[in-house]
């Protein structure tokens, strides 16, 4: 039975730019032409999406990881990631990411946290879920990480008041937060009326996004861990008094000193599989990958 969605650095040699064939397919058969072109988003060219099967016989050994990018970037930005995971035993089929946004046209500081990507997120969640047959990993990276977030909460849209539907916890075994903008960023200390500082869909520290994702605790799967710097220098380490980052209520998380953003969303790949492999920081002694 299919689930409703309707509510809802290239590295060519090693990573897969578009969804293979098969993926692709299952899309338009199981949702429709608008739900595969949301997701794929050819629109802002062939590297904006990636991930599925080769063939039905493609036999999956490790559960889906969904990548979520953050603020002006595109899915191939986590290329790196990708490689890293590849380099490790995971295949195509087992990795998948999405571009929410145009791709980094819209200039940093006018993104919001809209419902369409919200939806859009929600949507791959979804149809990843119900096309591997399996719970699935979800890694959040900067603003990715309350976007996803709410796409799994679901609930009302802050912005635009639709309803995405209820919790989608059952469907995530690990959601991991690199850098992430959980609690706001110190750059929007001061709010602005529009905008990435918004106090409704922004990242100032107590907008109506963040007040909502954070009212809540544990419904991001049924692992939830954080990994952050004291030294990122576009999310900061406190705002309004808290750290911005670390979920509260997780099951762990791992502080970092010294890293600045994209040095800890790149320098921390083998802590980053460890998380969603073993749910924990380090992998098991008797493991020999």
């Given at each position: 039975?299919?689930?409703?969605?309707?509510?809802?650095?290239?590295?060519?040699?090693?990573?897969?730019?578009?969804?293979?064939?098969?993926?692709?397919?299952?899309?338009?058969?199981?949702?429709?032409?608008?739900?595969?072109?949301?997701?794929?988003?050819?629109?802002?060219?062939?590297?904006?999406?990636?991930?599925?099967?080769?063939?039905?016989?493609?036999?999956?050994?490790?559960?889906?990881?969904?990548?979520?990018?953050?603020?002006?970037?595109?899915?191939?930005?986590?290329?790196?990631?990708?490689?890293?995971?590849?380099?490790?035993?995971?295949?195509?089929?087992?990795?998948?990411?999405?571009?929410?946004?145009?791709?980094?046209?819209?200039?940093?500081?006018?993104?919001?946290?809209?419902?369409?990507?919200?939806?859009?997120?929600?949507?791959?969640?979804?149809?990843?879920?119900?096309?591997?047959?399996?719970?699935?990993?979800?890694?959040?990276?900067?603003?990715?990480?309350p976007l996803a977030r709410k796409a799994i909460l679901g609930g009302q849209c802050v912005d635009t008041r639709e309803i995405l539907g209820a919790p989608l916890?059952?469907?995530?075994?690990?959601?991991?937060?690199?850098?992430?903008?959980?609690?706001?960023?110190?750059?929007?200390?001061?709010?602005?009326?529009?905008?990435?500082?918004?106090?409704?869909?922004?990242?100032?520290?107590?907008?109506?996004?963040?007040?909502?994702?954070?009212?809540?605790?544990?419904?991001?799967?049924?692992?939830?861990?954080?990994?952050?710097?004291?030294?990122?220098?576009?999310?900061?380490?406190?705002?309004?008094?808290?750290?911005?980052?670390?979920?509260?209520?997780?099951?762990?998380?791992?502080?970092?000193?010294?890293?600045?953003?994209?040095?800890?969303?790149?320098?921390?790949?083998?802590?980053?599989?460890?998380?969603?492999?073993?749910?924990?920081?380090?992998?098991?002694?008797?493991?020999?990958?």
């Amino acid at each position: 039975m299919l689930l409703p969605i309707t509510l809802i650095f290239p590295l060519i040699s090693l990573v897969s730019t578009d969804f293979s064939p098969h993926f692709r397919k299952f899309l338009h058969d199981s949702y429709g032409i608008a739900i595969t072109d949301m997701l794929e988003r050819t629109d802002l060219g062939m590297d904006a999406s990636f991930g599925g099967k080769d063939s039905s016989a493609d036999v999956l050994r490790n559960q889906a990881v969904i990548i979520v990018h953050g603020i002006t970037n595109k899915a191939s930005r986590f290329a790196g990631t990708v490689a890293f995971l590849k380099s490790k035993g995971y295949k195509n089929a087992e990795i998948y990411g999405t571009t929410w946004g145009d791709g980094g046209r819209m200039p940093v500081g006018l993104v919001e946290m809209k419902c369409n990507y919200v939806k859009q997120i929600r949507a791959m969640i979804i149809a990843v879920r119900q096309y591997t047959g399996q719970p699935v990993d979800v890694i959040g990276y900067s603003m990715g990480a309350p976007l996803a977030r709410k796409a799994i909460l679901g609930g009302q849209c802050v912005d635009t008041r639709e309803i995405l539907g209820a919790p989608l916890t059952e469907l995530v075994d690990t959601f991991l937060s690199v850098a992430g903008a959980n609690y706001g960023s110190v750059l929007c200390i001061v709010p602005v009326p529009v905008g990435t500082c918004n106090k409704r869909n922004g990242l100032h520290c107590d907008s109506e996004f963040l007040q909502d994702i954070n009212n809540q605790q544990r419904y991001e799967g049924s692992y939830t861990f954080s990994i952050f710097s004291t030294a990122d220098e576009k999310i900061g380490f406190r705002s309004c008094g808290r750290p911005v980052s670390p979920i509260r209520g997780g099951t762990g998380f791992v502080k970092r000193d010294g890293l600045n953003h994209d040095q800890l969303m790149d320098s921390t790949h083998p802590l980053q599989r460890n998380f969603i492999l073993y749910h924990s920081p380090k992998a098991p002694k008797h493991r020999l990958l």
